[in-house]
């Protein structure tokens, strides 16, 4: 038996993961066997970044703070999901939903808080379960849930126009849908803006495309089992097939209330954090009430955590929490928007500086009262709000000069404000982390800001302090700072960036994707690296290359676009989107043989038989008698074309002409990212061209113009005009040559609106148009070399590539 | 609720060079179907479907020991079944290559695995 103290730790969420880590830090694991119970069947993630998910910005996977791995390396032991259903105070142990009964001699409550849902009629359906299309925005679980269900919607509608509303509102144009926030108060955000201010909001959010519903209260949600709409009590209506309901929170406060601890709007705290009457049970988070307050913001559980970590191992018996003030930022793309302390001005000696352009969607608002910032808002530019933050933190006098505290004018230099600023400043609130911290961490050899994001968390919230961690960082490290070696690496299992690995790989003779990893990296295979190393070496040896089947993508190994089923899609190649009624027929007669049971155009003028197994792959090539599209592959992908010359009123060049010849010529070249094309017959540019990877458009007097760069998927840009070409065969070299400069420098997976920024276009045209590195003929060469070698990858329907090529299940020959 | 079938069982899988090196290849044993990796490092055997969202594991990317899912790039452990970004495990089975380069897998009959 151990001789160490139990302590037992109610949730898993920021606050009591964010506790443990600092009780850890302190020696605690010398002292206590932790047990920590967690509700969700995660370890602890980062809730604030649920916002970046659901709009798409950031992935689940990349949102963990402490990964399972953690629990065992600092031997804690996490049940999860386990919810704890009852505190025993007197025998002192808990008992979890789990069947099991836990002893304990310190207990944590960290239980934070769930979604308010105010009462409103016909949230449940007719058997008492919940209707679908209700949801509220807490967890990774929800925002799955919403992701899956808005994909379905046309219409959906927020109720509460609150922070949290607004991100989630935000995060749900992303999926096509017409989004409507409903909300009760005068404007948006009342908590955190003023009239004014609330105005300004709610014109950007409209531009942004959300509708906008001030002053509406909802009496029911409408629909049997799922939603069709929301009754307001006004009388009016709103359809909708989907509601998100985001109207405050309400503390988890019933365990402590079983168990007789005081609770009031939350579990009552003294300063060391502790159940006013328990000392053995102490509260963290948003399930805590100290001195009267509530937080819902991250902030505050720092400064809780760092006060109980000190006093629960006796590092400081005196340490105690006095309160936190609270600055908020909107994290909605597009919207700069921060807020603290009060909104209004409440007593004669308050001095109130005001700035407003609601045209440019700007609006800045200070209050302050002798001397001291105590409430700020910030509208359209949040140059100014670290500097705020801090001072209003901090409670410092503010300089005379007012201006000064709205616009960057005049300045003190970023080397004088590090100096003032003392060590204990906090430079990221939602991470918790001190210019100290910072500047302990350079000093300690990590001179990158990625580095030291990394080991101190700073910056990597909601990221709004970003800025100004990388100032401390500069500072700190003397104007030392380095750039992180691995942002530069080629493929992250290989500690070389590109110019490097193609040196070694020439050398060496490295000619397949397993030799590399040997000779390399050190024997280490990474399942990240192999299809960029693929994709490279291809590009290296062509012909040589030594093609190892499992550094492909399984789209790349069977020649065709994974569903999410396991199915697989088939588009054929129909050159320059142009084809015959006889390859109509038989594409048909292939679909109606086979039950194929989704036919589509897609967006690059193709047929797309969606649905195939992996097993009827094969035959469905040979049915089609049709080379592959490559719409599963990294490489070349189609030309679209419009009409042109050949039936178009103002066509002004062969573009259906030009884009067969280009499709013929470059199908299948293989590149870093895939490349879409286009050809257009005069500038009014039918079949977008100008937003393709590359594209040329007829301009009067016989001439093309070729444009690189462009993107119109999740990245939209309008591509550069390269240089202007009077033939067919004009634009199928320069274009040609491009794509081998690109396939050359470009990284692994950076399409060409990427590469053209990075590497500029003056330097791709002087290269590509005016060989000004003398190296075009040898661009062409090698593009022609690629397209010699071009070999239909259906035929591997005749010839399979590697053994079991088309089968997922093989047969069990013997028991 | 799945048969019991209790005592241990031996399966004959077959030859290694049924599936490419690097990569996977479902069995279906009862009814339940298992991926065999062939990598670089021996042969390991988990269930089929990634427990996200049912993605076919056996056509996901090895390095070293790990499976990347080819849906969401979820990432497990073949050796232990442990996935590497803190959700569900994967269920593992004993296996093991014979001298003669055959795979021989140990089932224990579905209820059995599932402990909970
Ligand atoms: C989408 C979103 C965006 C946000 N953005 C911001 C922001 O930009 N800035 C900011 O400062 N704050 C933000 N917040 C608020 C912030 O996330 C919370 O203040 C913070 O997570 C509170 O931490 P906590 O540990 O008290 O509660 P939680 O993180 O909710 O953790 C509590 C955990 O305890 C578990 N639990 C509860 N009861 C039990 C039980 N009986 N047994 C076992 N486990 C239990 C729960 O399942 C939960 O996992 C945001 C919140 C959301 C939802
Ligand atoms: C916490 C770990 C999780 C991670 C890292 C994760 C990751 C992902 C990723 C990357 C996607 C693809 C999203 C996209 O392409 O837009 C996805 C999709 C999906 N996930 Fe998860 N996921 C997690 C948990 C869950 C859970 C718990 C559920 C079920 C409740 C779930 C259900 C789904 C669904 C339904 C989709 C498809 C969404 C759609 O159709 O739009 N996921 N997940
Ligand atoms: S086809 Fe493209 S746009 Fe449509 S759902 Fe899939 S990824 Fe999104
Ligand atoms: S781009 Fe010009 S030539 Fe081509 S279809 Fe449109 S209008 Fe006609
Ligand atoms: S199904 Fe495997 S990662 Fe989503």
Known sequence: MSDKQKLVVIGNGMAGARTVEEILARGGGEQFDITMFGDEPYGNYNRILLSNVLNGTQDPADIFLNPLEWYTENDVTLHAPARVTQIDRARKEVRSNDGQVTPYDKLLIATGSRPFVPPMEGLQGPEGEDKHGVFVFRTIDDCHKIAGYANKCRKAAVIGGGLLGLEAARGLLNYGVEVHVIHLAPWLMNNQLDAQGGKILTSIMQKMGVHVHLEKATAAVLGDDSVTGLQFKDGATLDCDMVIISTGITPNNELARDCGLTVERAIVTDNQMRSVDDPNIYVVGECAQHRGRVYGLVAPLWEQGQALADHITGRNENAAYHGSKIATKLKVMGVELASMGVTEASDERDEVVIFSEPKRGTYKKLIIRDGILIGAMMLGDLNKVAYLMQAFDRGTPLPEERLSLLFDIGAPSVEATMLEMPDTAQICNCNGVSKGQIRKCVEGGKRSLKMVMEATRAGMGCGSCKKLVSEVVEWAAEGQVEEDPSIHYYVPGVALIKSELVEAIMAQGLKSVSSVFETLAHGVEDAGSKMGLASLLKSLWGAEYEDERDARYINDRVHANIQKDKTFSVIPRIYGGVTTADDLIKIGQVAKKYDVPMVKFTGGQRIDLLGITKENLPKVWKDLGMPSGHAYAKSFRTCKTCVGTDFCRYGVGDSTGLGIKIEKRFQGIESPGKMKLATAGCPRNCSEAMVKDLGAVAVEGGNWEIYIGGAAGAHIRKGDILCIVDSHDAVLQIMGRFMQYYIENAKYLERTYGFVERVGMDKIRSIVVDDSEGIAARLDASIQASVDAYVDPWLEADTPATANQFISTLPVLQA | ?116
Request: charged residues 15%; glycine residues 12%; hydrophobic residues 35%.
């Open chain 2, 1 to 116: 609720m799945p048969i019991m079938t209790p005592e241990k069982t031996q399966y004959s899988l077959g030859s290694v060079a049924q599936i490419p090196l690097g990569e996977g290849r479902n069995f279906q044993i009862g009814g339940t179907e298992i991926a065999v990796f062939h990598t670089r490092q021996g042969v390991f055997a988990t269930q089929a479907e990634c427990p996200h969202r049912h993605g076919p594991l056996a056509d996901g990317l090895v390095g070293g020991t790990q499976v990347t899912c080819p849906f969401h790039a979820w990432k497990f452990d073949l050796t232990t079944g442990e996935p590497l970004m803190g959700q569900c495990a994967l269920q593992t089975y004993p296996v093991r290559l014979t001298d003669s380069g055959d795979i021989e897998l140990t089932f224990l009959g579905e209820a059995a695995h599932f402990v909970s």
